[in-house]
């Protein structure tokens, strides 16, 4: 017992930590570019304290609520997290953003259900996995069921489009079957079935081929699909090791889009430097 409230401080201490300098680093990424949009440099600051308010709120909720009471909600919650992944596909019902429709707009918050649906998931595997940990290795009972379902889902959020979710919540799953006993040759025979399919996912729609082969070489196209990627590699090899100082950046100043959202570890690695971009990773990592 003494140990794991030691861990559970330490874990406490980290993720506190990690909000300070979130809260820092996001008001100093976006603070031009709120002013400029809405003429409000700290628009993003108070939202973003919103959200720790909010947040906060909810992990005191679930830190007095014992987690073992979901199982009896996992395939209700299941079936009403695909229900709102179809309505997000309905115009009117889900805002589209770049071609991509995976957001439910209220007011000024953003819901989207495919970050809902990566948390049923996992309460729903879990369960399955607590009823059939013997069962782990049969095909019909064991393996196939629980990868149907997550099929079904990864689906719904592909159709959003949104493979970069869809991958990552597989693989959490297949880390969970495995650890859970199921047959490393049905995993493995899924994995290579899966191969070519994410080969045609990929290179069959035009922007995802443009976002790979702007990953391996952005400078085939500096003013386009490299635009963000140069952009970001500027602003890290700025920083140098001790960084240029904390609010000084020179990328955010409209030449590196999504400053204080995608590309706010760049700002990071300008402001702080490579220590400070490493701080941020070793606290993630521990």
């Not at 949009?37 to 909810?58: P, V």
């Not at 590699?233 to 030449?255: D, R």
Request: hydrophobic share 55%; aromatic share 12%.
């Amino acid at each position: 017992k003494l140990k794991m409230r030691r861990v559970r401080i330490n874990l406490l201490i980290i993720t506190l930590v990690l909000m300070c300098i979130g809260v820092v680093m996001i008001y100093s990424a976006s603070s031009v570019w709120a002013q400029d949009r809405y003429r409000d440099d700290m628009f993003f600051l108070k939202r973003q304290l919103a959200f720790i308010a909010i947040g906060a709120f909810l992990a005191f909720m679930m830190m007095s609520f014992d987690y073992r009471a979901l199982r009896k909600y996992a395939k209700p919650l299941l079936i009403f997290s695909s229900v709102l992944l179809l309505f997000v596909l309905i115009p009117g019902l889900g805002r589209e953003v770049g071609g991509a429709r995976r957001w439910f707009r209220f007011g000024i918050v953003s819901f989207q259900p495919s970050e809902l649906a990566n948390i049923v998931m996992l309460v729903y595997i879990a369960d399955f996995i607590s009823r059939k940990k013997s069962q782990m290795k049969d095909l019909l009972n064991g393996f196939l069921p629980p990868l149907a379902v997550l099929g079904f889902t990864v689906l719904l959020i592909l159709a959003q489009p949104d493979l970069g979710s869809s991958m990552a919540l597989a693989m959490i799953v297949f880390v969970l079957l495995l650890i859970a006993g199921a047959d490393i040759k049905h995993l493995s025979g899924i994995v290579l079935l899966a191969i070519p399919v994410l080969y045609v996912l990929i290179f069959s729609v035009p922007y995802r081929r443009m976002r790979i082969m702007a990953f391996l070489n952005p400078w085939a196209d500096p003013k386009g699909s490299g635009f963000q990627l140069i952009q970001s590699n500027i602003a890290l090899g700025s920083g140098g090791l001790f960084g240029i100082g904390l609010g000084q950046s020179n990328q955010k100043l409209f030449y590196l889009p999504a400053a204080h959202t995608d590309f706010i570890f760049s700002i990071i690695g300008e402001e702080l430097g490579l220590l400070g971009t490493l701080a941020v990773c070793i606290l993630f990592i521990i």
